[in-house]
């Protein structure tokens, strides 16, 4: 009885992590000054938080019916592969428009080429001009 008491605890720990985290991430979302910042919120904290809260999942129907449940890891895998990559598209596609961003804001897309912002594109390097 007492492991069932902790194992509880464990799920109880989760799902609350899991909700302060995805808090914290649609805060950083709805305050955050620029695009830029704002891919933050959404990318990290929400994606621990919901990560968090399939982990409580898993384990409650892992205790409940005795065996781990696949699909919970399914989509949790998904969900830390698809995130990241999907917030540096969005960056991509941000600087690509030229999106304004706060000078507060450390860095500056400098190191972009001519194409990458939408001006005729030149050859490539490796290619010569011929």
């Known amino acids: 009885m007492t492991l069932y008491v902790i194992l509880e605890g464990v799920i109880a720990f989760f799902l609350v992590a899991g909700g302060i985290f995805a808090f914290i991430g649609s805060l950083g979302m709805a305050h955050l000054r620029d695009f830029y910042?704002?891919?933050?919120?959404?990318?990290?904290?929400?994606?621990?938080?919901?990560?968090?809260?399939?982990?409580?999942?898993?384990?409650?129907?892992w205790v409940t019916e005795g065996?781990?449940?696949?699909?919970?890891?399914?989509?949790?895998?998904?969900?830390?592969?698809?995130?990241p990559v999907s917030a540096h598209l969005l960056a991509k596609t941000g600087l690509h428009q030229q999106l304004k961003?706060?000078?507060?804001?450390?860095?500056?897309?400098?190191?972009?080429?001519r194409e990458e912002v939408g001006e005729k594109p030149v050859p490539h390097p490796d290619k010569g001009h011929g």
């Open 101 to 113: 961003y706060v000078k507060k804001t450390s860095g500056s897309p400098h190191e972009l080429r």
């Open 37 to 61: 910042m704002r891919l933050h919120g959404p990318t990290k904290a929400t994606t621990l938080g919901i990560g968090c809260t399939l982990a409580a999942s898993m384990l409650y129907f």
């Open 67 to 83: 065996k781990p449940d696949i699909q919970e890891m399914l989509i949790t895998l998904f969900l830390f592969i698809t995130a």
